[in-house]
Nanobody, 121 residues
């Protein structure tokens, strides 16, 4: 069992940066691949980034490559999403998920409650 709590969202201007954190509880975190998804108003939830259990493999949505960086600190049971050069189209609720590095939501076992990111243009 893994419980996930996201934080770090907020209201920023285009071009600004934010770092999201996802704190995990449960002994299986260190062996779990992790992912970030987002859901914009009126749209389906989409994959943003994922990271392998070791941190050695990372995967990104094409539109965030070069701007977003996923990382993890297994000693702190935390996964991060550093978001730079934010755009209005990045506005969404961002969710942390555990259990896979897939782009498919169904492959993940556990989800956080989400944190709102709003980017004003």
């Amino acid at each position: 069992q893994v419980q996930l709590v996201e934080s770090g969202g907020g209201l920023v201007q285009a071009g600004d940066s934010l770092r999201l954190s996802c704190a995990a509880s449960g002994r299986t975190f260190r062996s779990s691949a992790m992912g970030w998804f987002r859901q914009a108003p009126g749209k389906e939830r989409e994959f943003v980034a994922a990271i392998s259990w070791s941190g050695g493999g990372t995967y990104y949505l094409d539109s965030v490559k070069g701007r977003f960086t996923i990382s993890r600190d297994n000693a702190k049971n935390t996964v991060y999403l550093q978001m730079n050069s934010l755009k209005a189209e990045d506005t969404a609720v961002y969710y942390c998920a555990a259990g896979s590095r897939s782009v498919r939501q169904l492959d993940y076992d556990f989800w956080g409650q989400g944190t709102q990111v709003t980017v004003s243009s």
